[in-house]
């Protein structure tokens, strides 16, 4: 630590300099937290999937339906231990850019299936005696300043309502939020009920069913198990994990992990050749002064450690600012519900941030700090004079 | 000061040879000499005579071709790299002509910086810095930065900063070389007080007669070997 | 006159002067360079992703192409019609005509699971049911190996681009659908537009295969000249029997391409902004260090007469330069790394796959070049004014 005042000097030998350099590691660490948190929320129904569930869906395609019979048949089957069905509504909320997931459910059941959501005990009890009830995840309900006890009309444009009336009118009896951060929280859920008497067609159909298994170590099993019941009926099935389902719907939009992967890349290195520069620059004009602390007794070892730790530093400074920058806007809120319906800086991804934090120091000094250790005493002197 | 008295430094049938190029050349030839506890020695010589080279191989930061160097009994042309710069750090304190000090740091923090290397605690380290410029005369400028400061102030520093952990050696490199003459004569005056004193032994590399007159005695170096000697 | 040539002259000089001693600094010339060729590597690797996007979908409508869905409905996914329907919309005025009738094709637009190539994972593809008018409709559609499908068989016919992108598609091979096989017979182009995406069979085979009874879900129709839309949107609108919306297919694409392209421009924008603030920097930090090494040269030119416009115009020069070579750099890496690799992505309007490449467009690079060379101009305007503003002296004295 007593030398810290001597890397510290060093650093502001050039202020304009170092200013410079440390703003664009700045924006290049702002830059991989955005990406972070983009590719986050893009992704966010992979993280949210549980180990123990299976979702079950038309072979063909999620487009088709599935008869609501096949709920029952499901749960007969050994080593499920509970089964619930979803469907695509398609919701719109006074405008078609206004949209959101929302599905028709089994209220009670549903929150038993997925204990993320938490929804307070009164308005799970209020939803749950109102067939026209919705519940509305908080992020979802902030975007429209819904309120609960407010009435909501939702337009759909796959499902007209039999007796011909345009929109179908919810009342919002919860709010729900996330038990974790990865938890998306802008979905509008409701009674099936309402909605299957309410369609005009396609009644006693569903969209998915989404399993719980006992075991999780026996989730394939089970899985098979369920194709081959429905095997060569007019409506086959395919059951895989729900990470592996969402993953695939994820994976629909196109690589974005190796997307992101590919940009962070691409200015990292960039920010990396910039930084390294400057460093080297730095190094370059201090030959005597490398000299002098030689001559002073400092060993090769501690010089190239002190041109290292200067470089960390400041890559440290002004890395930890970007992600720290980041993580402050992320506790914001989204600033586009609509896209980015999960928005926060997963730890995982802020520690890899730190690494290359690390790693962006070690490297951009690695080959000055060298030159440095090995430059002659005597003619790093010589040099100067 | 006695000549009985085993010499601190001793220096025998050292060459230095550098390789420019495919040409080689031959800076010191063969040179012997020994300087004894406690003695102000002053090396003279038109440059390139090898001089400094001479003074840069004493104080460990080069090492010779061929020959030996002993300093208080320790062969430094053997151990490591490693094992000279600590025994730079402990043995030897350094003078240069352009006083060399670090510019972002003031002249406080100047000295305290080979003092980081020993095992001296911050309140200890500050102490000796105290008295070193105290003894430099430069007490009440320990907060200027170098650029602050008069050349000879600076080179006071650098003397500061060259004594402060009390080393066996003063190596100084053309100290004047740098300053007008009042200044030089202040910084010589302080060498000389340092030498008297306290006993310090001083080798100083110098092209100007009037800076040797005042060693206790006068090397002359030619082209690589030494080539007369007398007491001032 | 004079005063202009002499100005003229000392630019060009101190400009030479400079890019004379770029070679002494390369260190951060180069760094600044590839800091520059980085932000628009990225630039015009995110935009070329939206302009194949767009190019794919534009490519897609022809003004004398028109669709019909119902009314209300903004893609095929949730249009429905039935055969009456499609008979009076075949008989409206403004229709194009051959030998065999109307050219007018009633689909049918259904969605199944294939995986994809590149990932493994499954993916929405569209399984498009049509009638023997569809081929004239379009006007673009090339067998490109094997042969069109036989009408009542379950044979399918499959888009070149489909056919790269997801597994299971070459000539050949069966696509089991449901409790159906379906044998690919064909591989078809069309002028590179979605339907390329997509994998076509006979509407009267894929309606009982899908419960469908009688019915579809969009009429598409070429119109005699693009001109008669209005006559024929006009007829279908005021008509009491129908409940439909017809479209113009040009205006329908392009309307299904925003969302994806507003997306990703979106995301690109905000990239390259801040990658360029990263850059801008880096470009500052190489200019004030050119003008730094230099402090004492340009005070002695100074001390000597040139002026201060020549100095801050020589400084700007050579950051354009840089920037220049950077931007060019960039571009060409960009085109080629990016420009025509396939990839796909689902549009979210039909719920399905569309395949494209992605377009590294002249307009493209014309854009990041332009946008080089305003970093290169900030980065340098601040270290030319310093390097003018020094006062003569004190940098005659600096070492």
Sequence with gaps: MKFFRLVWGNLWRKPLRTTLTGLSVFVAFLLFGLLCVIRQ????????????????????????MLPVSYGDRIAQIPGVAAVVHQSWFGGIYKDPKNFFPSMPVQPEKYLEMYPEFVLPEAQRKAWIADRRG??????????????????????????????????????????YSGAKKSTDTSQFFFHYKYYDEGRSFAKGMVGWYTVRVKDPAKADEVAKTIDAEFANSPYETKTEPEGAFAQAFAQQVGNIGAIMMSIQAAVFLTILFVAANTVAQAVRERTEEIGVLK???????????????????????????????????TLGGSPSPAFLPVFYFPIPDFMVGVFLVALLGVFAAALPAWQAMRMGVAEALRRAT | ????????????????????????????????????????????????????????????????????????????????????????????????????????????????????????????????????????????RSRHHPRQLSGGEQQRVGIARAIVTDPTLLLCDEPTGDLDRKSGDEILGLLQALNREQGKTIIMVTHDPHAAQRASRIVYLEKGQLVSERPS | MNGLINWFVQVTSLTAFNLRTIPERRGSALSSVIGIAGVVLVLVGVLSVASGFRRAMVSSGSPSEAIVLRSGSDSEMTSGLGRDEVRVIEDAPGIARDASGPLASAELFVIINLPKRSTGTDANVSLRGISPAAYAVRGNVRIVAGRRFTPGRNEVIVGAAAAGQFAGLDLGQDIRIGQNDWHVVGIFTANGDVSESEIWTDASVLQPAYHRGDTFQSVYVRLASPGDFKAFKDSLTTNPQLNVTPVRLSDFYAEHSTVVTEFIQRIGVVIALLMALGALFGALNTMYSAVAARTREIATLRALGFGSGPVIVSVLVES????????????????????????????????SQVAFSFAVTPGLLARAIVFAMTIGLVGGLFPALRAARTPIATALREV
């Design chain 3, 320 to 351: 354009l330069a840089l920037a220049l070579v950077g931007g060019v750099v960039g571009g060409v890496a960009a085109y080629l790394a990016f420009n025509g690799h396939k990839t796909s992505t689902i549009n979210w309007q039909t719920f």
């Design chain 1, 134 to 175: 919705a519940i509305v995840g908080r992020s979802l309900a902030e975007r429209f300043g819904w309120k609960i006890g407010d009435t909501v009309p939702l337009m759909s444009p796959i499902w007209r309502r039999a007796d011909g009336s345009g929109a179908w009118e919810f009342h919002v009896d919860g709010i």
């Design chain 2, 1 to 140: 000061m006695s000549e009985s008295q085993p010499p601190l430094v001793r220096v025998r049938g050292v060459d230095k040879v550098y390789h420019r190029g495919s040409e080689d050349i031959h800076v010191l030839l063969n040179l012997d000499l020994d300087v004894h506890p406690g003695e102000f020695l002053a090396l003279m010589g038109p440059s390139g005579s090898g001089k400094s080279t001479l003074l840069n191989l004493i104080g460990g930061l080069d090492r010779p071709s061929q020959g030996t160097i002993e300093i208080g009994g320790e062969r430094i042309d053997e151990i490591s790299s490693r094992q000279l710069a600590a025994w730079r750090a402990r043995h030897v304190g350094f003078v240069f002509q352009f006083y060399n000090l670090m510019p972002v740091m003031n002249a406080e923090r100047n000295v305290e910086l080979p003092l980081l290397l020993t095992h001296l605690n911050r309140g200890e380290r500050r102490q000796h810095v105290e008295t070193a410029l105290h003894v430099v005369g430069l007490a009440d």
């Design chain 1, 41 to 64: 929320s893009l992704t966010a129904g992979i993280s949210m999937a549980g180990a123990d569930r299976l979702v079950t869906r038309q072979k063909v395609s999620i487009i088709q």
């Design chain 1, 295 to 329: 001559a002073l007794g400092f060993s090769n070892r501690m010089v190239f450690g002190l041109v290292l730790a200067e470089s960390l530093l400041l890559a440290a400074v002004a890395g930890l600012a970007g992600l720290g920058l980041i993580w402050l806007i």
